[in-house]
């Protein structure tokens, strides 16, 4: 099973979030001097999206430089971002920027600190998403079947 690598700016929203998930979390530090650490094991991703609706500057720079590494960047199995609804297609736009450069699912995204739903789906579909993680494809789907499983609830974020 893997576990959460999460950045959150001093709004502490995304913190606030990823603390009711309640799995084992690694935090980005917000101080642009402070060393950025190495994650042990495969983990999902969980960022804010900042910028106001454009692309240009979506993604924290901290994020930005975790997954710069190459030693993180490889344990990325997904991402989960947080946005506000207020910016319409850009909603949660980090979450697909780093999907798409890392070649990971989006698995979810949700508004400010996230409802007390949100929490649940993002808990029952983390670990359905762990436990698939850990099973190889059955036998006749392992050719049909590229890339990592999706997260029953990826509709979210469509």
């Known amino acids: 099973m893997g576990g959460l690598v999460y950045f959150s700016s001093r709004s502490e929203n995304t913190r606030r979030f990823v603390e009711r998930i309640d799995e084992t979390a690694l935090r980005l530090p917000l101080d642009p001097s402070a060393d950025t650490p190495l994650a042990r094991r495969p983990f999902v991703l969980v960022t804010p999206t900042y ?30 971002a947080a946005g506000n609804t207020n910016f319409g297609d850009a909603f949660a736009l980090a979450g697909r920027i780093i999907a798409d450069k890392c070649t990971v699912p989006f698995l979810y995204r949700f508004e400010l600190l996230g409802t007390p739903e949100d929490v649940e789906t993002v808990k029952q579909g983390l670990a359905r998403f762990w436990t698939a993680q850990a099973s190889p494809p059955p036998p006749d789907t392992a050719k049909t079947t590229p890339g990592l499983p999706t997260f029953p609830l990826q509709e979210n974020v469509r």
């Open 51 to 80: 910028g106001g609706g454009g692309v240009k500057g979506a993604v924290p720079k901290p994020v930005i430089r975790f997954l710069n590494n190459p030693l993180n960047r490889i344990l990325i199995r997904g991402v989960i």
